[in-house]
């Protein structure tokens, strides 16, 4: 994911807070509490809403799920630290733009929105949507045939689950949050002013990298994308709950949307990009460098140490070591005129989290 950066990209960058956007985050947490680390929170939630409430967030899960619909992000407006005023917005999106947004998301993914509107018109289109939306499970082609049939039907069914889950459960959550979040928005604002908007959106995740020229940041997505602020405006909108996500939406007629964790409830540090993880588990797969990692789990041991208790010449023990070495997964210590080598615990231990914190971001 690709973003260009051009001399008009300063007025084009807003940092604000959005309680419709945490509140979704809420949800897709809500649907796969496990990988989120908000158990607790899950269980809160299934608390404070009645049967039917439960309910109706299964059955519309789809839309915050895994592709989370645009409409629950903010829109040319920007974000609003006031929900009634999102909620309202909401209520107030054409049809067209409605059906489109909650269509991509039923179907798993944008590919291609047709122009002007055409979805809402197009009978083979719509059929290939449901047929994708089908492969998701029931609930997912139910939904799909309700978003063709009664758009307005189903945008008035998010908008009150919406405002159930706010004033059941939402709002107290969102006083305890909303100071931290603003103060980071604040933050990034000002770093944008300061060091430049690649520096600020490169500040969000260890997955952004500025690179140069041209001026960009590329972000370690899934997906493709080539988002241009000189064409489109682009909200960093700071999460609470939102980890392991960096959520970064640019579906064309909207502006571009990155939700970011402000901090990771669980691990310590920036996290490796997958690739950086992948590199780390080719290196411990080889036997032999796997073997020499259990001799010195055990306790410090030199080069020539490793070589006589494996049979390995010593040239090829040291070679295995600067690879482990280089991959944070041993270190190495002096005792006079010998260097002795250890095993990284933490390494090993961190490389399960880092993997599935880069699967999942």
Same mark, same amino acid.
Not at 259 to 275: F, I
């Given at each position: 994911?690709?973003?260009?950066?051009?001399?008009?990209?300063?007025?084009?960058?807003?940092?604000?807070?959005?309680?419709?956007?945490?509140?979704?985050?809420?949800?897709?947490?809500?649907?796969?509490?496990?990988?989120?680390?908000?158990?607790?929170?899950?269980?809160?939630?299934?608390?404070?809403?009645?049967?039917?409430?439960?309910?109706?967030?299964?059955?519309?899960?789809?839309?915050?799920?895994?592709?989370?619909?645009?409409?629950?992000?903010?829109?040319?407006?920007?974000?609003?630290?006031?929900?009634?005023?999102?909620?309202?917005?909401?209520?107030? +999106?054409?049809?067209?733009?409605?059906?489109?947004?909650?269509?991509?998301?039923?179907?798993?993914?944008?590919?291609?929105?047709?122009?002007?509107?055409?979805?809402?018109?197009?009978?083979?289109?719509?059929?290939?949507?449901?047929?994708?939306?089908?492969?998701?499970?029931?609930?997912?082609?139910?939904?799909?045939?309700?978003?063709?049939?009664?758009?307005?039907?189903?945008?008035?069914?998010?908008?009150?689950? +919406?405002?159930?889950?706010?004033?059941?459960?939402?709002?107290?959550?969102?006083?305890?949050?909303?100071?931290?979040?603003?103060?980071?928005?604040?933050?990034?604002?000002?770093?944008?002013?300061?060091?430049?908007?690649?520096?600020?959106?490169?500040?969000?995740?260890?997955?952004?990298?500025?690179?140069?020229?041209?001026?960009?940041?590329?972000?370690?997505?899934?997906?493709?994308?080539?988002?241009?602020?000189?064409?489109?405006?682009?909200?960093?909108?700071?999460?609470?709950?939102?980890?392991?996500?960096?959520?970064?939406?640019?579906?064309?007629?909207?502006?571009?949307?990155?939700?970011?964790?402000?901090?990771?409830?669980?691990?310590?540090?920036?996290?490796? +990009?997958?690739?950086?993880?992948?590199?780390?588990?080719?290196?411990?797969?080889?036997?032999?460098?796997?073997?020499?990692?259990?001799?010195?789990?055990?306790?410090?041991?030199?080069?020539?140490?490793?070589?006589?208790?494996?049979?390995?010449?010593?040239?090829?023990?040291?070679?295995?070591?600067?690879?482990?070495?280089?991959?944070?997964?041993?270190?190495?210590?002096?005792?006079?005129?010998?260097?002795?080598?250890?095993?990284?615990?933490?390494?090993?231990?961190?490389?399960?989290?880092?993997?599935?914190?880069? +699967?999942?971001?």
């Amino acid at each position: 994911m690709t973003i260009a950066i051009s001399e008009e990209s300063p007025s084009r960058l807003l940092c604000g807070v959005s309680p419709l956007a945490e509140l979704v985050a809420m949800l897709h947490a809500h649907s796969s509490p496990g990988h989120h680390a908000l158990g607790r929170l899950s269980a809160e939630l299934d608390g404070a809403m009645s049967g039917a409430g439960r309910r109706e967030i299964r059955r519309l899960v789809v839309l915050w799920s895994g592709y989370r619909a645009r409409f629950l992000l903010p829109g040319p407006s920007g974000p609003s630290p006031e929900f009634d005023e999102e909620i309202s917005r909401l209520g107030q +999106l054409s049809p067209e733009k409605f059906l489109e947004s909650a269509a991509w998301a039923v179907r798993g993914g944008y590919s291609g929105s047709p122009p002007g509107g055409v979805l809402c018109r197009d009978v083979g289109a719509q059929s290939d949507i449901v047929l994708r939306a089908k492969a998701r499970g029931d609930s997912a082609e139910e939904l799909a045939r309700q978003v063709f049939e009664s758009p307005d039907a189903v945008r008035k069914r998010v908008i009150d689950v +919406l405002v159930d889950v706010h004033s059941r459960h939402f709002e107290r959550e969102w006083k305890a949050m909303s100071s931290r979040l603003s103060v980071d928005a604040a933050e990034r604002a000002a770093l944008a002013q300061s060091a430049g908007v690649a520096s600020a959106i490169a500040s969000l995740s260890s997955a952004a990298r500025v690179m140069a020229p041209p001026l960009r940041v590329r972000i370690d997505k899934m997906h493709h994308g080539y988002v241009r602020l000189a064409e489109t405006d682009l909200w960093l909108i700071p999460s609470a709950l939102g980890w392991p996500h960096l959520l970064v939406k640019h579906e064309p007629g909207w502006p571009a949307v990155i939700q970011y964790p402000v901090h990771d409830p669980s691990l310590k540090g920036a996290r490796p +990009l997958l690739q950086d993880v992948r590199a780390r588990i080719e290196v411990v797969v080889d036997p032999n460098r796997l073997n020499l990692c259990r001799l010195i789990a055990r306790e410090t041991a030199s080069t020539s140490d490793l070589a006589a208790r494996t049979g390995m010449p010593a040239s090829q023990v040291s070679r295995h070591l600067r690879r482990l070495r280089d991959a944070g997964l041993v270190h190495r210590h002096r005792e006079g005129r010998i260097v002795l080598y250890e095993l990284d615990l933490g390494g090993f231990r961190d490389l399960g989290a880092d993997l599935l914190s880069a +699967l999942l971001r």
